[in-house]
């Protein structure tokens, strides 16, 4: 069964055509920020690690983390994650809930409870199942997987401060809405929430580098 996915620019531009037209938000915040990016990553595994590691760390430090893994994990996959001792994974900058993290996914993939590889026919909610299951996944890994890597156009990481944030700003609200409040507002972007996400990140760094006096 194939999937309404995000793949190319033209399908942003398809997606914002839709808000627009729908909400008057998401019109004001199209105005300010453009196009925002296409933020693809790779969606298996590499792409699962990726979102793992960049976890309450700062992007430079991602970066540089995520660089080290590349050097010195060859190839990059459960089969060698699984076989990596806690300590060639430490060398490699990642702290031990990380690298606890990485074996729960390399196990459940090498075991089959996983399936990258057939992933893409799956439903969101079966996707977000799979991945919530594994130890050191929450739901805001799992939304940005869906997002970033699969590409899934209705996907939403309600629980992702930016975004709390971003839709605090744009709506004009007094307080950061919860996790269920933005959920709840985000009902009105379906079924380009994905979209509606990129969007508002977008709203959120151009707004964040205002504040902070950096050229835009």
């Not at 089969?79 to 060398?91: G, H, N, P, T």
């Not at 702290?95 to 992933?119: Q, V």
Request: hydrophobic letters at 45%; proline letters at 5%; one cysteine or more.
């Amino acid at each position: 069964m194939t999937k309404e996915i995000i793949e190319t620019e033209a399908d942003l531009q398809r997606g914002i055509r839709a808000l627009r037209r729908k909400c008057p938000i998401m019109r004001a915040v199209h105005d300010v920020t453009g196009l925002p990016p296409l933020r693809r990553r790779e969606p298996g595994f590499e792409g699962l690690a990726r979102i793992i590691v960049g976890q309450q760390v700062s992007v430079a430090s991602a970066d540089a983390i995520w660089a080290r893994c590349e050097t010195g994990i060859r190839p990059f996959t459960p089969q060698v994650i699984a076989k990596m001792s806690d300590e060639a994974l430490r060398a490699v900058g990642l702290s031990r809930p990380k690298f606890r993290t990485f074996r729960a996914i390399a196990d459940a993939a090498n075991h089959g409870r996983l399936n990258f590889g057939t992933m893409h026919h799956n439903s969101e909610d079966e996707i977000y199942a799979s991945l919530t299951a594994i130890s050191g996944i929450g739901p805001w890994t799992a939304d940005i997987f869906l997002i970033m890597c699969l590409g899934r156009r209705n996907a939403f990481a309600a629980g992702d401060l930016a975004l709390q944030i971003a839709a605090q700003d744009a709506s004009n609200l007094n307080e950061r809405p919860t996790a269920k409040q933005l959920l709840e507002l985000a009902e009105t972007w379906r079924p380009w929430r994905a979209v509606a996400a990129r969007l508002l990140w977008s709203h959120y760094r151009l707004t964040k580098q205002k504040n902070s006096g950096a050229p835009l």
